[in-house]
T-cell receptor, first 115, second 109 residues
Framework: KAGVTQTPRYLIKTRGQQVTLSCSPISGHRSVSWYQQTPGQGLQFLFEYFSETQRNKGNFPGRFSGRQFSNSRSEMNVSTLELGDSALYLC??????????????FGQGTRLTVV | TQLLEQSPQFLSIQEGENLTVYCNSSSVFSSLQWYRQEPGEGPVLLVTVVTGGEVKKLKRLTFQFGDARKDSSLHITAAQPGDTGLYLCARGGGNKLTFGTGTQLKVEL
């Protein structure tokens, strides 16, 4: 079966702009999470969605937001981009509801560069 | 924030050598996962350990969960170039994971 699909794979934006990243989970998976990976901070949890509702949120400013659609596809948005937002953004999907220890499957990520 | 510290941060070895990667925390966790991330890819789950003192083997990889459930180790026997990648430990479940600082492993011919 198809894995987690993230689009686009690469993106270059200018400071101050906004960006939207997309994630299509594995078919049947209803839980989607987003992570930010940088050399300095490592892999950090952004937020988790289940059944179109945000269930958990990491320690990131309000410029970072997301949503989930009825087909479980998810988008995340970053407004007023800063140079420090340059990172690999990873999406993960899992079968279970929040709190259940089901395996998370990661996409290949979107490499965002802010110039 | 309950940090997961991994050591070493970087490791460069020759094919055939053995190595151990460590993951430590100041707090107890109910379970711990190990992932490997290759360049241009997302992390892939290798194993989940849940019981203190548990040892799991995956071919040449041996994972151990500390008795007090505050630490874990990953031992690779006879490393191969295909083992190259970023090794990450993580706590939490499902889709809300807290990752360790990572160990970047390079295995050269």
């Amino acid at each position: 079966k198809a894995g987690v699909t993230q689009t686009p794979r690469y993106l270059i934006k200018t400071r101050g702009q906004q960006v939207t990243l997309s994630c299509s989970p594995i078919s049947g998976h209803r839980s989607v999470s987003w992570y930010q990976q940088t050399p300095g901070q490592g892999l950090q949890f952004l937020f988790e969605y289940f059944s179109e509702t945000q269930r958990n949120k990491g320690n990131f400013p309000g410029r970072f937001s997301g949503r989930q659609f009825s087909n479980s596809r998810s988008e995340m948005n970053v407004s007023t981009l800063e140079l420090g937002d340059s990172a690999l953004y990873l999406c993960a999907s899992s079968l279970g509801a929040p709190g259940m220890n089901t395996e998370a499957f990661f996409g290949q990520g979107t490499r965002l560069t802010v110039v | 924030t309950q940090l997961l510290e991994q050591s070493p941060q970087f490791l460069s070895i020759q094919e055939g050598e053995n190595l151990t990667v460590y993951c430590n925390s100041s707090s107890v966790f109910s379970s711990l996962q190990w992932y490997r991330q290759e360049p241009g890819e997302g992390p892939v789950l290798l194993v989940t350990v849940v019981t203190g003192g548990e040892v799991k083997k995956l071919k040449r990889l041996t994972f151990q969960f500390g008795d007090a459930r505050k630490d874990s180790s990953l031992h690779i026997t006879a490393a191969q170039p295909g083992d190259t990648g970023l090794y990450l430990c993580a706590r939490g479940g499902g889709n809300k994971l807290t990752f360790g600082t990572g160990t970047q492993l390079k295995v050269e011919l």
